[in-house]
């Protein structure tokens, strides 16, 4: 594969927004019955892409993200839920979480650089710090967004696209 | 105590088609994830919470902002009060026993014993494969893990689980204990549970049926189509 993973040392997978919350929504789709929320999937539309994504985090012995992350994801199960059974994506989240062994790790706002948050808005930020912050693990970003992902490359931060993971 | 009228609404009743889109369809919903789940024998039950948790009582399918909808529907159709009963009392005679046989898998030195010599047998093979998810950690959780993946008859664990690769070697060697008679209670509340919702579900499809018959009503709302009448 042309695209830092596992088998080439990383430890540590660090999950951002996008990434986090399709991959949540294509287990409510596919494995809990939620076929009413199957539009709003972008990027993960098989069984095959998820297989592929499932592997890829299942490589990597830490799976990690920021507060930021989660209440960004909040925010996108708060408003499945409106148009879902009450609770069960929450409930799926937190099954989710446990069973990956899923770590959080809080950067403050102040402790980011304020330049990049002006750029970057906090959420990114953290996750930027975060990978900072882990250099020895070799983390590597999961995201969905082409700046990010610019951005983590520019500053010598191994990081990797969804759409790069689950394509054959 | 509210009672029922004998003045039936009129056809097109907006109050009908609350029920039907507000109760009746989010129901059958929420019964069919259920058969789904049950058919393959996963009763979703979580040692942490001690029940089933996506399998639940009926009034939990319907979104609680539609309750006054469902309380409404069943003033004027009291006879569904006992079928949701039977079904919230064989939920909990369901959740009751696997809550039983948890507490004597964990406590019964089997599971513990064959939990902890795959545990070992997997530790080796991390020790030459260090891709493999430190379980170390989960020691003490572990057999509480392993008796909820037993209850839940699970075969195999996606890959990003931490426990997949441990569950893929051990599983074979611990999932025979579902052949202890321990395990009858659980299956007989689970045959139960499945009959009760397949028997509701379609008393409930029937009774759309009727209503959508008798009040001109689509089974689903078609909103483009409904604004132009």
């Known amino acids: ?168 | 105590m509210v009672r029922k009228v004998t003045n039936q609404p009129k056809k097109h009743s907006q109050r009908v088609a609350a029920w039907i889109y507000a109760v009746i369809n989010p129901m059958i919903e929420g019964l069919q994830r259920e058969l789904d789940f049950l058919e393959r024998g996963n009763l979703t039950w979580r040692y942490l919470s001690q029940r089933c948790e996506f399998i639940r009582p009926i009034q939990e399918y319907v979104d609680s902002t539609q309750w006054p909808n469902y309380f409404d529907f069943l003033v004027e159709n009291p006879e569904f009060k006992k079928h949701f009963q039977a079904h919230d009392d064989n939920l909990n005679a369901l959740n009751n026993a696997a809550s039983a046989l948890f507490s004597w898998l964990v406590s019964s030195g089997f599971l513990e014993e064959r939990t902890r010599s795959s545990l070992e047998a997997y530790e080796s093979r991390r020790a030459v494969d260090p891709r493999l998810a430190d379980l170390g950690h989960m020691k003490s959780e572990l057999p509480k893990l392993v008796a909820e993946y037993l209850i839940n008859k699970i075969e195999t664990l996606p890959d990003h689980y931490v426990a997949s690769k441990f569950w893929e070697d051990a599983s074979s060697n611990i999932r025979e204990l579902r052949n202890q008679n321990n395990f009858q209670p659980l299956r007989d509340a689970q045959a139960k549970l499945v009959n009760l919702s397949v028997l509701l579900k379609t008393s409930l499809e029937d009774f759309r049926l009727g209503m959508s018959r008798k009040f001109d009503l689509p089974a689903a709302p078609i909103p483009d189509y409904l604004l132009k009448r």
């Open chain 1, 1 to 168: 594969m042309g695209f830092e993973n596992p088998l080439f040392g990383s430890k540590a997978l660090i999950f951002d927004t996008g990434p986090l919350w399709e991959f949540i929504l294509f287990q409510a789709v596919h494995d809990f019955g939620l076929a009413h929320l199957e539009p709003d999937l972008r990027h993960m539309k098989t069984k095959a892409q998820f297989q592929r994504l499932s592997s890829y985090i299942g490589g990597f012995r830490t799976r990690t993200t920021t507060p930021h992350v989660v209440a960004e994801v909040s925010y996108w199960i708060e408003k499945a839920e409106k148009r879902s059974p009450r609770g069960a994506i929450w409930r799926m989240t937190y099954d989710q979480f446990f069973q990956m062994q899923m770590d959080e790790r809080l950067i403050k706002l102040l402790d980011m650089p304020r330049e990049t948050v002006t750029n970057f808005g906090a959420t990114d930020t953290s996750v930027l710090e975060l990978g900072r912050s882990m250099t020895p693990d070799r983390p590597t970003i999961l995201t969905i967004e082409k700046a990010l992902f610019g951005k983590c490359h520019r500053e010598g931060l191994s990081a990797v696209q969804l759409a790069t993971v689950i394509s054959n």
